[in-house]
């Protein structure tokens, strides 16, 4: 089968690419760079065949729809499509060619969780435009399945991350290595109100592995949504215990109204924990399981000692 793979050099065309190519795919990759961002180029990606291209800018200036008629394939993963426009043009390009069109959503298409583990069936409710945005091409590529048989796959991915990507870290933002380095060394670290909203990490690969196990398996995966996350969330607490635990020590930590902790972790980092809580996702596996066969690789333990190793064996973290 021939897989065309577009945004295949990021944090999950990074794993998922390898994985197509093993299983003896044909791989065509659409980046804006012909080499993987997270992943080491010499195993295997001397196989793909690429094509350079700038999806935003031939969006912009029109380009775009022409050169995906140009292109042939059994099969569609398209990673970086974020607006309902960008899918439709993709499913006019693609329509009756392809026996298969995968697209990467986010669990925030979800909104927040009001039952927890959240069910793939369970009512879309999403707070942010970027999860607004994704549940509405969700329903668009669904409800072309039920209507016209277009042979419509979603995957909707937790918080992704991967040797090379950091994770969101243990207090919910994106803060760099700063709050690693502070549980590191037995330094304070503020949690929102009681530390106990959750994270649900998911490592790129197990997200491949979704899109994968999709592809082969259609009867299964055709018309339906799967979400890919770790096995289980973890509290911001339990991720804070995590990381210190790596380093031999108990999390030194204090707690704040989340309305205070702006004040302590500026702006910038408030507005990504203050998501994060209000969303407290936990998603379930089951259905990936059941119609799959999809088993998570990683917990989110096992991401964050991951990442910390690489991060300690290549300096980034200097304690």
Same mark, same amino acid.
């Given at each position: ?8 050099? $990021? ?11 093993? !299983? ?9 760079? @012909? ?29 775009? @729809? ?11 993963? !398209? ?45 879309? #409710? @999403?707070?942010?435009?970027? $999860?607004? !945005? ?16 277009? &042979?419509?796959?979603? /995957? ?6 991967? #040797? ?9 933002? #994106? ?16 949690? @929102? !109100? ?18 994968? #196990? ?36 108990? &999390? ?12 302590? /972790? ?11 809580? /209000?969303?407290? &996702? ?38």
């Amino acid at each position: 089968m021939k897989v065309l793979v577009i945004g295949g050099t $990021g944090h999950i065309g990074s794993y998922l690419v390898p994985r197509l190519l093993g !299983d003896g795919h044909e791989v065509c990759v659409v980046a804006r760079n @012909p080499h993987p961002q997270y992943a080491e180029a010499r195993l295997g990606w001397e196989a793909v065949e690429w094509v350079k291209a700038d999806r935003r800018q031939e969006e912009a200036d029109g380009s775009w @729809p022409g050169r995906m008629a140009q292109l042939e394939a059994d099969a569609v993963i !398209d990673l970086i499509a974020f607006t309902p426009e960008q899918n439709r043009a993709m499913m006019e390009a693609f329509q009756g060619r392809i026996s298969h069109f995968l697209h990467c959503g986010t669990i925030w298409a979800y909104g927040p969780t009001e039952r927890a583990p959240y069910e793939e069936h369970f009512p879309r #409710r @999403p707070t942010t435009q970027y $999860g607004i !945005d994704k549940a509405e091409i969700e329903a668009d590529l669904l409800a072309a399945w039920r209507h016209e048989g277009f &042979p419509a796959t979603v /995957v909707h991915p937790g918080h992704i991350s991967g #040797r090379r990507w950091l994770p969101i870290d243990p207090q919910g933002s #994106r803060h760099g290595t700063e709050v690693y380095g502070k549980l590191a060394t037995g330094q304070v670290v503020h949690l @929102p !109100d009681t530390g106990l909203a959750t994270l649900h990490h998911v490592h790129g690969d197990d997200v491949a592995q979704v899109f994968h #196990r999709a592809l082969q398996r259609p009867e299964r995966s055709l018309g339906e949504s799967f979400s890919a996350v770790a096995p289980y969330a973890l509290s911001l607490l339990g991720c804070c215990r995590c990381v210190a635990g790596l380093f031999g020590r108990e &999390p030194e930590l204090a707690y704040l109204p989340l309305s205070e902790l702006r004040s302590v /972790v500026g702006n910038e980092s408030f507005d990504v924990i203050e998501s994060h809580v /209000v969303h407290s &996702p936990c998603s379930s596996v089951v259905k990936g399981e059941h119609l799959l066969g999809y088993v998570p690789r990683y917990t989110t333990e096992q991401i964050y000692a991951e990442c910390l190793e690489y991060l300690l064996e290549t300096g980034e973290l200097a304690l």
